[in-house]
């Protein structure tokens, strides 16, 4: 009975543990998509930057954590979004990796010269 009962606390906790990760995965992805979509957005930048600025902010922060990391960027109706997905690693065996996503978007900045009177 003790074993089974150590077991399952054990289970559980890895549970917890693992959800706990993910969550962490998801707002280092959303952090780095919404600085990535900021720094794309500006006017002297490209989306392109903001796409490498975000894979750069998620690789300080969550390499180990993430597997088969993915940034993309676009730019629609005048905004850079920057969209990312990971696995996160499994810590529990025969266990499929939990998938995170997250996107960030910022307007893209642009200089319109004040009309003069006439």
Same mark, same amino acid.
């Given at each position: ?8 606390? =054990? /289970? @559980?906790?890895? &549970? +917890?543990? %693992?959800? *706990? ?30 796409? =490498? /600025? @975000?894979?750069? &902010? +998620?690789? %300080?922060? *969550? ?36 998938? +995170?996503?997250?996107? *960030? ?14």
């Amino acid at each position: 009975m003790t074993t089974i009962t150590v077991s399952v606390v =054990l /289970l @559980a906790t890895m &549970l +917890v543990v %693992q959800f *706990g990760l993910a969550y962490y995965a998801q707002q280092v992805l959303a952090g780095a998509a919404q600085d990535g979509a900021a720094n794309g957005a500006r006017r002297d930048s490209t989306p392109e930057a903001g796409r =490498l /600025l @975000a894979e750069d &902010l +998620v690789d %300080q922060a *969550g390499a180990s954590l993430l597997t088969n990391r993915q940034a993309d960027v676009e730019v629609r109706n005048g905004r850079v979004v920057v969209s990312m997905r990971g696995e996160v690693v499994s810590l529990i065996p025969f266990r499929r990796s939990i998938t +995170v996503e997250a996107s *960030g978007s910022a307007p893209t900045e642009e200089f319109r010269p004040q009309r003069t009177g006439t």
